[in-house]
Nanobody
């Protein structure tokens, strides 16, 4: 069994920054790929940023240049640095992981493991 634990959500004014963290625990995941998704009230869960098992990064267009995903110290853990936040970034942010994650995975259905989510609120 694999568990994902997120931390770092909160409330910030527009233009501010937040960093989210996610750590995997439990059994080792072979060539783990990890990603961040977000879900605003009444909307579908959508892809935000991803990290392949080879440490390649990829983003949805709306966050390019503002968000950075990175692996933490070679572990099964990632962070999402979010800068220049906008009110439209407000959502519950979910961490996700997939085994054999060599490719880019932008669909929630591609991921096997999920965290419980952390709220990010950006006020104008």
């Amino acid at each position: 069994q694999v568990q994902l634990a997120e931390s770092g959500g909160g409330s910030v004014q527009a233009g501010g920054s937040l960093t989210l963290s996610c750590a995997a625990s439990g059994r080792p995941v072979t060539r783990i790929g990890m990603g961040w998704f977000r879900q605003a009230p009444g909307k579908e869960r959508v892809f935000v940023a991803g990290l392949t098992s080879g440490d390649s990064t990829y983003y949805t267009d709306s966050v390019k240049g503002r968000f950075t995903i990175s692996r933490e110290n070679g572990k099964d853990a990632v962070s999402l640095q979010m800068n220049s936040l906008k009110p439209e970034d407000t959502a519950v942010y979910f961490c996700a992981a997939v085994e054999f994650g060599e490719s880019e995975y932008r669909s929630p259905a591609s991921y096997e493991y999920w965290g419980q989510g952390t709220q990010v609120t950006v006020t104008s």
